[in-house]
T-cell receptor, first 114, second 114 residues
Framework: GQQLNQSPQSMFIQEGEDVSMNCTSSSIFNTWLWYKQEPGEGPVLLIA?????ELTSNGRLTAQFGITRKDSFLNISASIPSDVGIYFCAGQLRGIQGAQKLVFGQGTRLTINP | KAGVTQTPRYLIKTRGQQVTLSCSPI?????VSWYQQTPGQGLQFLFE???????NKGNFPGRFSGRQFSNSRSEMNVSTLELGDSALYLC?????????????FGPGTRLLVL
């Protein structure tokens, strides 16, 4: 199935470090979304981006919608232990009569050493 | 406001059986989408329902079907289960006013096929 190219696949960092991950696609998306998933749970929405070039923050998280509409990045500043989890980017497509579909990246697994 | 709820949370079935999963969207949300998550394929779109109609469909065999009721609750059904159907099945809902939409996920139903 269609997937976005998300990197890195995993990160092992020290508490307090900054984190950066990104997604690229050969397709254009109307909306970019970033989710976090913890074991046994569904993805939780972190940030939604609706316009090319848009830069949005949510606490220590900052994400940008690429100007070409084919990429996005997520930064986490000053990481803390509760940031551990798998982060997914998702591009939203809207088709005929508003039909929606999310295309996901493979995920970035974040591990933090205290 | 209550989030997306899914029942059951866990399910064990044997090959050849069928299964029905249920999803209750966030109150007021009219669009419900279903995704399959596996370690090998990641998160893959199954289908989307809006106003009791399937509005979008992913690349899955006809054994996978769904429906939506007038109260926006949705069910998905998998017939003639195969071992490869073992996965986390996620439901997501969105308001769908044609504007800035985001999809909110439930906790998922973990299906194990033996």
């Amino acid at each position: 199935g269609q997937q976005l190219n998300q990197s890195p696949q995993s990160m092992f960092i020290q508490e307090g470090e900054d984190v950066s991950m990104n997604c690229t696609s050969s397709s254009i998306f109307n909306t970019w979304l970033w989710y976090k998933q913890e074991p046994g749970e569904g993805p939780v929405l972190l940030i939604a981006l609706y316009k090319a070039g848009e830069l949005t923050s949510n606490g220590r998280l900052t994400a940008q919608f690429g100007i070409t509409r084919k990429d996005s990045f997520l930064n986490i500043s000053a990481s803390i232990p509760s940031d551990v989890g798998i982060y997914f980017c998702a591009g939203q497509l809207r088709g005929i009569q508003g039909a929606q579909k999310l295309v996901f990246g493979q995920g970035t697994r974040l591990t933090i050493n205290p | 406001k209550a989030g997306v709820t899914q029942t059951p949370r866990y399910l064990i079935k044997t090959r050849g059986q069928q299964v029905t999963l249920s999803c209750s969207p966030i109150s007021g949300h009219r669009s419900v989408s279903w995704y399959q998550q596996t370690p090998g394929q990641g998160l893959q779109f199954l289908f989307e329902y809006f106003s009791e109609t399937q509005r979008n469909k992913g690349n899955f065999p006809g054994r996978f079907s769904g429906r939506q009721f007038s109260n926006s609750r949705s069910e998905m059904n998998v017939s003639t289960l195969e071992l490869g159907d073992s996965a986390l099945y996620l439901c997501a809902s969105s308001l769908d006013t044609g504007g800035k939409e985001t999809q909110y996920f439930g906790p998922g139903t973990r299906l194990l096929v033996l």
